[in-house]
């Protein structure tokens, strides 16, 4: 099976701006993760899909927002871009969703720049 | 929420030594610990896990133990090779609903040849 893609890989914005990064699981997984990863932060949680639904979000501000569409294939989207959002946004996906003892699988990573 | 903390931040060993990672979590109901490999420029990748109603796990030259009354696991990698430098990250998940990984800020181990 192919594994958890993302797109774009590389994305440069302005502050202000906003940005969408797509996420495709692997093929029959139905829970998508995102995460924010930072050299002085590590990686932190954003939220997480399951069925279309958020079932879970981190403590991130509302800028931050995602979606999930019914093939599995998720969004997230940040708004009014600030330099602090440089980072590499990570997605995961896991097969059942069920919340427990699930190994995730993590895509390569969308790396964000804001000018 | 869980608070994951890892120790050292930085590890450098000479080949063919080992190296060991550690990790306390504040949770008592997570239930489920992963560490994961980034090597520079790629993805986390799962390297070992184990769950709550084991103590040690072993695969190869990796292995972890888990102390749940301590609430504190660690990984262990003996033999170190040049491959393995890296950074690790170690990770805990709490049963039930709330389904996500919170991650120590991570390990970067160095091996020297």
């Known amino acids: 099976k192919a594994g958890v893609t993302q797109t774009p890989r590389y994305l440069i914005k302005t502050r202000g701006q906003q940005v969408t990064l797509s996420c495709s699981p692997i093929?029959?997984?139905?829970?998508v993760s995102w995460y924010q990863q930072t050299p002085g932060q590590g990686l932190q949680f954003l939220f997480e899909?399951?069925?279309?639904?958020?079932?879970n979000k981190g403590n991130f501000p509302g800028r931050f927002s995602g979606r999930q569409f019914s093939n599995s294939r998720s969004e997230m989207n940040v708004s009014t871009l600030e330099l602090g959002d440089s980072a590499l946004y990570l997605c995961a996906s896991s097969p059942r969703g069920t919340g427990i003892q699930e190994t995730q699988y993590f895509g390569p990573g969308t790396r964000l720049l804001v000018l | 929420g869980e608070n994951v903390e890892q120790h050292p931040s930085t590890l450098s060993v000479q080949e063919g030594d080992s190296a060991v990672i550690k990790c306390t979590y504040s949770d008592s109901a997570s239930n489920y610990f992963p560490w994961y490999k980034q090597e520079l420029g790629k993805r986390p990748q799962l390297i070992i896990d184990?769950?709550?109603?084991?103590g040690e796990k072993k695969d190869q030259r990796i292995a972890v133990t888990l102390n749940k009354t301590a609430k504190h696991f660690s990984l262990h990698i003996t033999e170190t090779q040049p491959e393995d430098s890296a950074v690790y990250f170690c990770?805990?998940?709490?049963?039930?609903?709330?389904?996500?990984?919170?991650f120590g800020a991570g390990t970067t181990v160095t091996v020297r040849a």
């Open positions: 899909y399951f069925s279309e639904t958020q079932r």
């Open positions: 184990i769950r709550s109603n084991v």
């Open positions: 093929s029959g997984h139905r829970s």
């Open positions: 990770a805990a998940t709490p049963s039930g609903n709330d389904y996500k990984l919170s």
